[in-house]
């Protein structure tokens, strides 16, 4: 198995010129044991001014479970030609001879580590820092809203662990983000009962519970008039209270849900405090939304 973490190897070691003349040693031999990294590029490429110093960085951070090889195809056009490569800056990687992904253009960092990432699974890298180092690459992929590129990581992640309750978890985060409810939710239905209980899928099913109350949210508008006209109103403020979280306002959510809870705690078998939970167990634990939510609520139960 190859294994990230521990020193990292010389950079001479990790990140080489080659030439045609030394491509079978550094590229088809060395790919017998490491997978490598091919870069084609061009001395007249704008892209790949940018892409070179991108790729160097994210091969370093991998710690020696890749390595670069940058093949200048001005100089190596019999490679580029066998390889087919019509475009610089194109990028394959290579493992045990053979080419296994790739892509053309500058990618942004986090995608350079996603596939980084993932060459290393496939490669059949260490279980724990490549795998750790997929989800982080994955988890800012969804972040930054390339969702499908998240899912594709994800899934890669979860062959190679079926067990790996953060990146079912991030199946599901990305299915709602593409708005198909029902893949996450069978995605969510299909993880192991031995996981069943992670916290990451405990997560995700309270975003796909929020999802799927958005899709029937009132307008915030009409809501947050009716309670205004009549305070007492509970359902009105409930239902304020999802509108609220399906545009975005979490905050005025749980403040909403917090004043229901104020004016009557037992009001339809105490909805609002398990609409309350099911919010704070969609956000990061140490959220301030949730840590303050958590206080107030405490602070009215024990009053």
Known sequence: MLELGGQTPPETDLIKDVSEADFMAEVIEASQTVPVIVDFW???????????????????????AVKLAKVNVDE????????????????YAFWQGQPIDGFQGALPPSELDA???????????DTS????????????????????DAAQTFAAILEEDPQNAAA?????????ALDDLEQAEAILNGAPAEISNAPELEAAHAQLELAKQAADAGPVGELQAAVDATPDDHQARFDLAQALHA??????????LLELFR??????????????????DALKPNDPIVLN????????IFA
């Open 129 to 148: 820092g490549g795998l750790d180092e997929a989800i982080a690459a994955a988890e800012e992929m969804l972040e930054e809203g390339s969702v499908a």
């Open 168 to 176: 079912y978890g991030g199946m599901v985060r990305s299915y709602i």
């Open 247 to 256: 545009s975005g306002q979490t905050q005025e959510a749980v403040d909403q």
């Open 42 to 64: 061009a001395p007249w490429c704008g892209p790949c001014k940018t892409l070179i110093p991108a790729i160097e960085a994210a091969v370093t951070k991998a710690k020696g």
């Open 76 to 91: 190596a056009q019999m490679i580029a030609g066998q390889l087919r490569v019509q475009s610089v800056p194109t990028v």
């Open 115 to 125: 596939f980084i990432a993932r060459v290393i699974t496939a490669a059949g890298g």
């Open 293 to 300: 939510g958590r206080r107030k609520l405490s602070s009215m």
């Open 263 to 280: 004016r009557d705690r037992e009001w339809n078998d105490d909805a609002a405090r398990q609409q309350l939970f099911t919010l704070f």
